[in-house]
Nanobody, 125 residues
């Protein structure tokens, strides 16, 4: 599976961004997916996950109520809607895919076999 994330940028605190991740090389419906982020000097952190059909989602406590994950299997695209952004949301955001147990959500990075290159999100105060 090849993944390409996009949609990052610079935004003021309180603003919104929507990240997209386009998948190719495998039937999009056969993968569960997730978003992770990594800030400078910090470990990679789980953000959100979604099952193959979108019936199950999970959002990290740190962004719950502000971020939402969704997918459009007809467009081979995963989304992360980010609202009420804070400076501490600044990070490189990565999308990831797993072909294992695709009917559940996966919150740990070692569950994922495929990773995109990441897109930078910078939130200014």
């Amino acid at each position: 599976v090849q993944l390409q994330a996009s949609g990052g940028g610079v935004v003021q605190a309180g603003g919104s961004l929507r990240l997209s991740c386009v998948g190719s090389g495998r039937t999009f419906r056969s993968i569960a997916m997730g978003w992770f982020r990594q800030a400078p000097g910090k470990e990679r952190e789980f953000v959100a996950a979604i099952s193959w059909g979108g019936a199950r989602t999970y959002i990290a406590d740190s962004v719950d109520g502000r971020f939402a994950i969704s997918r459009d299997n007809d467009k081979n695209t995963l989304y992360l809607q980010m609202n009420s952004l804070k400076p501490e949301d600044t990070a490189v955001y990565y999308c990831a895919a797993t072909t294992r147990r695709i009917n559940v959500v996966h919150t740990t990075d070692y569950d994922y076999q495929h990773w995109g290159k990441g897109t930078q999100v910078t939130v200014s105060s």
